[in-house]
């Protein structure tokens, strides 16, 4: 049973256009969510967390949006660049006591951004 | 570099032989993760360190997994007994503060070949 859910497998967008990621979950105790990016051979980069107590947060190009009655947050990047193709994680952090995490990761989406 | 470094960048080894894997966080970050990413496969959390201590382990897929971090800096994963399962891509992270209220930076990993 997955708890993070990313449902599309891979997104086309066309560059200067917006790219809108998509994340679904089930558990509603995770309290922060993160999105990383992945190039092919290389580490993930961290790009934007976003804590359950908030609907938005905004850096630069990227947004994410919570809506946790809908248990759902996406990711959006505006205005898409080639250089953002990659694949994208969406992560939820369980926190419990004594500084303890837990992160359960989405499937990933991979993103073409199309010059 | 003052990044996230790995080592080895690369391990090949036997079935059944034990490995010994190294991160050397950012200096100065008290939290430590452990991730692996299996070919084809999503990212999966493994362990995650505050300082020395590990809040919770029941991350790691087996009894044959362990991982220690000393002087609040140096982290080794250990996986004994090797099994063809467990080659993937070893991933460690580093931040601050807690990974959803503080940026992690992730180091080039370790891909683990076991024959």
């Known amino acids: 049973d997955q708890q993070v859910k990313q449902n599309s497998p891979s997104l086309s967008v066309q560059e200067g256009r917006i790219s809108i990621l998509n994340c679904d979950y089930t558990?509603?105790?995770?309290?922060?969510f993160l999105w990383y990016k992945k190039y092919p051979a290389e580490g993930p980069t961290f790009l934007i967390s976003?804590?359950?107590?908030?609907d938005k947060n905004e850096d630069g190009r990227f947004t994410v949006f919570l809506n946790k009655s809908a248990k759902h947050l996406s990711l959006h990047i505006v205005p898409s660049q080639p250089g953002d193709s990659a694949v994208y994680f969406c992560?939820?952090?369980?926190?419990?006591?004594?500084?303890?995490?837990?992160?359960?990761f989405g499937p990933g989406t991979r993103l073409s951004v199309l010059p | 570099g003052a990044g996230v470094s790995q080592s080895p960048s690369n391990k090949v080894t036997e079935k059944g032989k034990d490995v010994e894997l190294r991160c050397d966080p950012i200096?100065?970050?008290?939290?430590l993760y452990w991730y692996r990413q299996s070919l084809g496969q999503g990212l999966e959390f493994l362990i995650y360190?505050?300082?020395?201590?590990?809040?919770?382990k029941s991350g790691l897929p087996s009894d044959r997994f362990s991982a220690e971090r000393t002087g609040g800096s140096v982290s080794t994963l250990t996986i004994q007994r090797t099994q063809q399962e467990d080659s993937a891509v070893y991933l460690c992270?580093?931040?601050?503060?807690?990974?959803?209220?503080?940026?992690?930076?992730f180091g080039p990993g370790t891909r683990l070949t076991v024959l």
């Open positions: 992270a580093s931040s601050r503060g807690l990974a959803g209220s503080d940026t992690q930076y």
């Open positions: 558990n509603s105790m995770f309290d922060y």
């Open positions: 976003i804590s359950s107590i908030k």
């Open positions: 992560a939820a952090i369980l926190s419990f006591d004594n500084y303890g995490q837990n992160f359960v």
């Open positions: 200096s100065g970050h008290t939290a």
């Open positions: 360190f505050q300082g020395n201590s590990a809040p919770d």
